[in-house]
């Protein structure tokens, strides 16, 4: 069954969000929000996250939330990249992803599951409701921005997936075709990063209802650069945990071996949390440079979204499980 999403693409011109009109409408949702007290959905909207728990609409969003949070211009998220399947500098994603095959584009959800499926991307996508996420992004290497997402919960595929008891983790992987993204042959590195790319979550972490599939940025469709059609956005972790362009989802019964802390354990944990405590091993994490300032500004624990997550870890050491 094949079922059409609407794309902005499908949207005359005249429709379409320019950044301005974006970010006029955003702060009148935010006034609209402030007043009727936040939902999960205008909550996050306003980038203050809101548990289920905190969903019924009894926490009102408060003024500075809302300026603490201003999107980052939308041609720095869409200029300023790490997508190492296209090449290693920042401005490399921008200049060659439009190499990328986005239509047709299928995702395939196996492993300890009771409903393995290969989705096309639109029976995939379609039983969910596109919201909108302003979220908080914090990369490992010590830069941040503001991004206003459109996607949907990640929990929405677990759920039809149906995961079984034995299930502790979901897998994610990454299109991995050299035609395509010829810069990802790194010389003598393509054997050792052993692309695909890969992530993982708990299934805890995966169900969390801040943990979005994204499929558009700015009210407009992903750009390829930043993941499209599909990427995850998990904003309590560093951005590598945020795979982007997916074809697979794997549940499985132990962790998952994920890029980054294959490459370089000693530097990258699975987890991967937001932590100003616990130093990389060649920087500290402790303060982050906000894209468009040169500024350094503190990190907080979690990308500040502790009072949603932090039960997640109780009694773990996170300097060990880092
Ligand atoms: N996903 C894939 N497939 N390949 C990558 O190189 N880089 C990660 C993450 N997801 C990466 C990826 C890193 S290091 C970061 S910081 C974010 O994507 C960057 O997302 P952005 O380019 O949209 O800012």
Redesign the pocket.
Known sequence: MIIKIKKSSDVPSSEVTSESEYLNRRSFLAASATAIGATAGAAALLGRAASPLSAAGSTPASASAVQELEPTAEKL?TSY?????FGLAKED?AKHAHALVTEPWSVVVDGLCNNPAEYQLEEFVSPSTIEDRVYR?R???AWS?VVPWQGFPLADVIKRADPTGDAEYVAFE?LWDPDQMPQGRWRNWEPRIGWP?REGLRLDEAMHPLAFLATGLYGKDMPN???APLRLVVPWKY??K????IVRMTFTAEEPPTTWATQASNEYGFYSNVNPDVSHPRWSQARERPLGSFRRVPTRFLNGYADEVAHLYEGMDLKKHY
Not at 81 to 85: R, T, V
Not at 242 to 245: A, D, F, G, R, T
């Open positions: 998220i990249n790490n997508f190492y399947e994603p992004f990369c490992v290497e921005m990454t790319y650069q930043n993941g951005g590598f945020s795979i982007k362009s």
